[in-house]
């Protein structure tokens, strides 16, 4: 297989393809949704580029490949893509994965009481952005209509929203930086 030419000079007059082949303008909504994932994974990228412990490493991880698979979601309205590669789709056990990390990462924390001002260590503080990022991303999703997203997407960026709160808790816990409470 040959090497992948990063520009294609299609996008030149402000245009991009979806993957069912429609062209539309790089302002839609539907690419503004996945252009707000790919945001929300590049944060998360450089959070793993942070001294983080294995277990936090590992779950970021599966949540920048299962948010590959939205935005290739969002970019495939008629589900053909989706349809014939596997990774191209959320797994059917994503969500309750998500619901897993979460309660077994707020075992270890103390009961939350108040709304918690972001920050902390460095990976805490990156975490909190990277969640107001997905919070973003889920408005976008979400603007674009019930019916036009499919419903796992939707629970999934909500989910991965907690997630990263949480995360951001244990991150700051396991630095014994103090939480502030507002």
Not at 72 to 87: F, H, N, S, T
Not at 108 to 113: F, I, K, S, T
């Amino acid at each position: 297989m040959g090497s992948v030419k990063i520009y294609t000079k299609t996008g030149d007059a402000g245009e991009t393809g979806l993957f069912d082949g429609a062209r539309v303008s790089k302002c839609d909504p539907r690419v503004d949704a996945y252009g707000e994932v790919d945001e929300l994974n590049a944060w998360l990228g450089l959070v793993r580029a942070e001294k983080l412990e294995a277990d936090l490493h590992a779950i970021l991880d599966t949540v920048q490949r299962d948010l590959f698979a939205v935005g290739a979601m969002l970019a495939d309205p008629r589900g053909r893509i989706a349809a014939r590669v596997e990774k191209a789709a959320l797994p059917a056990e994503a969500v309750p994965r998500l619901e897993a990390w979460i309660d077994e990462l707020e075992h270890d924390l103390p009961p939350l009481r108040r709304f918690v001002i972001a920050g902390g260590a460095r990976a805490g503080a990156l975490l909190h952005l990277a969640r107001a990022a997905c919070r973003r991303a889920e408005r976008r999703i979400v603007s674009l209509g019930a019916d036009a997203v499919d419903p796992v997407v939707l629970a999934y960026v909500n989910r991965v929203s907690d997630l990263l709160f949480v995360m951001a808790r244990t991150a700051n816990a396991r630095a014994g930086a103090p939480e502030v409470e507002w």
